[in-house]
């Protein structure tokens, strides 16, 4: 099951998802895609970015595309999290300490394949779960999304079982934390999560802080992986 191969064409998607909107990265929100179908303007496309960029769409949905696009060009990817949550994880730990960390973070960009793909599949399933947050996925946008993540995983049918099973899966904040078993993919899986959903929206500020309470991140390195995410809409 190659989780790997899928999450970073979806973190990759950024410019076409803004592309499919008619959004430039400095176009105000009001701009031209404004009142489109999110599901019609979001499906369409050729094979490789674009569909990743339909599947990020819907999961996103339409109010949160372009704030993900901006954030998605400065992101860059799978390596990029693991790069955030080095920087944000060994800060937090060297603070701890007082000096420099006696161990290397292990994030997603310094794991060799198999590890790498236990970390993916716990952000993935994150980055499901953060979509639902704000209860905006219906039935027919489930199976949507479902469509699209089918047409990027290829013949991948476990892939495909697995992600059909995350997409009807109940929100649950406590699944999510335990996919995540080692600091490290605590610290990766809140970051997606983070750059998932709308902090200002009263359901997905919960959800995020029950999140961090299962996943028993400290309240400084909370603040550091939201800060992470704050720069990026800031670049």
């Given at each position: 099951m190659n989780t790997r191969g899928l999450l970073d064409q979806l973190l990759?998607?950024?410019?076409?998802l803004l592309q499919q909107?008619?959004?430039g990265n400095n176009q105000p929100a009001g701009g031209a895609g404004q009142g489109a179908s999110p599901l019609g303007s979001l499906?369409?496309?050729?094979?490789g970015g674009a569909l990743a960029a339909g599947a990020l769409g819907l999961l996103l949905g339409n109010k949160k595309?372009?704030?993900?696009?901006?954030?998605?060009l400065t992101y860059g990817?799978?390596?990029a999290l693991g790069v955030m949550a080095y920087k944000a994880y060994g800060?937090?730990?060297a603070q701890q300490a007082g000096s420099a960390p006696a161990r290397e973070p292990q994030t997603v960009d310094r794991l060799p394949a198999p590890q790498a793909e236990l970390h993916?599949?716990?952000i993935l399933k994150a980055l499901v779960a953060a979509a639902k947050a704000d209860g905006h996925v219906d039935a027919r946008e489930r199976a949507l999304i479902e469509e699209e993540m089918t047409k990027l995983s290829g013949n991948d049918l476990q892939l495909q079982r697995w992600l059909e099973q995350e997409l009807n899966r109940p929100l649950d904040p406590a699944a999510v934390a335990a996919a995540a078993t080692t600091p490290e993919m605590a610290a990766e899986v809140y970051l997606a999560s983070v750059l998932m959903v709308d902090e200002e929206h009263f359901m997905e500020r919960a959800y995020l802080d029950e999140l961090a309470r299962q996943l028993q991140l400290a309240p400084?390195?909370?603040?550091?992986?939201?800060a992470q995410v704050q720069q990026l809409g800031q670049a």
């Open positions: 990759k998607s950024g410019q076409q909107n008619g959004l499906l369409g496309g050729a094979a595309a372009r704030k993900f696009g901006g954030k998605a990817g799978l390596a800060n937090w730990q993916s599949q716990a400084e390195l909370k603040s550091a992986l939201e």
